[in-house]
C-alpha cells in the first residue's frame, strides 16, 4: 500500500497536480492538504511509511465522508484498501443486522464520493487468504477486534467453505464497484503491482 501510494503521488507531481493524504482506521488518522512540490510529496511519503496508526478498526465510509468535506472541488482520489467488506445480508436476515447497516453505509458513501469525484478504488489481495492450507489445528487472530479462534485446517470441508467464502467475497466487491460505476485496480501480493497499475491507465486512456 505505501509503495502504492508513493508510486502515485510521484505520478502526480510529473504531471504538476498537486497531491494530498488521508490515512485513516475507524477514525481519522492524519490528513495531509494537498499541494505541488517534491518536498512535499516527501513528507507525504514518509507519512505513510512510517506513521503509527491509534485505531484498529477500518471506517470506509466515515474517510470519505471527510474527503468530501475537505474538498471543494473534484479531485481524481485512490482508495487503496483490502476492501474486507461486510457480507451482504438479505434484508429479512437477523443474523447481523449491524453488519448489513454497515454494508449499507459503505455502498452509499462510495456512489457518493464516486459522484461527486474520480474515485478509483485499488484492492490489495493476498492468495494466501483465497485457500487455507492443510496444517492441522490453527490460531487465527482477528487484527481489528483481537478475537481468537482456534480452526482444524485439516476439515476438508471446512477448506473448501474458506475457499468458497473468498471467492464469492471478491465477485460481491466487484459486483459493487460495477453497481456504482466506480474504476478499480487489482493488486496481488504475489505479482508486481506495477503491471496492474500501468494496464489499468492503458485501458482508461484508450476509453476516453
Known amino acids: 500500500a505505501a509503495e502504492i501510494a508513493a508510486v502515485l503521488a510521484f505520478s502526480a507531481i510529473r504531471n504538476n497536480d498537486k497531491v494530498g493524504l488521508v490515512m485513516f482506521t475507524d477514525k481519522i488518522e492524519k490528513f495531509i492538504p494537498p499541494r505541488k512540490g517534491v518536498s512535499h510529496v516527501l513528507q507525504v511519503i514518509r507519512d505513510v511509511l512510517y506513521f503509527k496508526p491509534k485505531g484498529k478498526g ?81 490460531t487465527l487472530a482477528d487484527a481489528e477486534t483481537g478475537k481468537v479462534s482456534i480452526v482444524d485446517s485439516s476439515s476438508a470441508a471446512l477448506r473448501k467453505q474458506y475457499t468458497q467464502d473468498n471467492v464469492g467475497r471478491l465477485k460481491t466487491r466487484e459486483r459493487l464497484f460495477r453497481l456504482i460505476g466506480m474504476d478499480y485496480i487489482h493488486v496481488s501480493t504475489d505479482v508486481p503491482y506495477t503491471d496492474a497499475i500501468v494496464k489499468f491507465f492503458l485501458k482508461r486512456r484508450g476509453r476516453r
Open 58 to 138: 477500518t471506517d470506509i465510509a466515515n474517510a470519505l465522508e471527510y474527503l468530501n468535506r475537505v474538498t471543494s472541488r473534484k479531485v481524481i482520489a485512490f482508495l487503496i484498501s483490502d476492501f474486507f467488506l461486510p457480507p451482504e445480508i438479505p434484508a429479512s436476515s437477523s443474523k447481523d443486522p449491524s453488519a448489513q447497516h454497515v454494508g449499507e453505509t459503505v455502498k452509499k458513501s462510495l456512489a457518493i464520493a464516486n459522484k461527486r469525484h474520480d474515485l478509483i478504488a485499488v484492492t490489495l489481495n493476498d492468495p494466501r487468504e483465497m485457500e487455507l492450507p492443510d496444517c492441522g489445528l490453527i
